[in-house]
């Protein structure tokens, strides 16, 4: 199987904005042009585009494989996604930091998250780091990716961790994409 989980950081201006919106997409697929329906049945009311995205494969010494419903043992561990939200004195801007974390909870997914550069330096007294959108932890602002795939994925696939010494990480794809040209690659 070629099917791979996609991270997919959608943006757009949606009627009625002043400013670009940011939304993560996650969907399974041989390709990043195969998830294009997907995405747009994700954020129907936007004209979106694609600012990131990346092959999720390896994770926090994991690998992250796709296989067939039923095909793998259940396992104790999940992906969790996590948006971290801090900022800097002096500038009027909220900044965010994705992570995603392979662990057997929440609790232990938070305590990765806590540890990042990010938690530590993007925040001050009266402004501090947080799990976007409450300060501190909270079950709602952490999100298990199997849970927030589409309905169909969900029925379909299912994601195995395989732990892996020196497994390098994915490459990031960072940079404007139009969803008309990705059609047309």
Not at 59 to 69: A, I, N, P, R
Not at 77 to 94: A, D, K, S, W
Not at 166 to 176: R, T, V
């Amino acid at each position: 199987m070629n099917k791979k989980l996609h991270m997919v950081m959608l943006g757009a201006t949606p009627p009625g904005r002043l400013t670009e919106q940011h939304d993560i997409f996650f969907g399974i697929a041989d390709s990043l042009k195969d998830l294009v329906p997907e995405m747009k049945a994700f954020w129907p009311e936007a004209q979106i585009h694609i600012d990131a995205w990346r092959e999720v494969t390896a994770v926090d010494g994991y690998s992250v494989e796709v296989t067939d419903k039923g095909e793998s043992e259940e396992s104790s561990n999940h992906l969790f996604f996590i948006n971290l939200g801090g900022y800097i004195p002096g500038e009027f801007e909220e900044y965010h930091y994705k992570v995603l974390s392979v662990a057997d909870s929440l609790a232990v997914a938070s305590k990765v998250a806590k540890s990042t550069a990010f938690y530590e330096h993007f925040g001050f007294k009266g402004a501090e780091s947080h799990i976007d959108d409450k300060y501190g932890i909270d079950v709602d602002d952490i999100y298990n990716v199997a849970d927030i795939l589409s309905a169909e994925t969900k029925q379909r696939y299912s994601i195995r961790f395989t732990k892996i010494d020196g497994i390098p990480d994915d490459e990031l794809h960072i940079g404007y994409v139009k969803i008309d040209k990705l059609l047309k690659s």
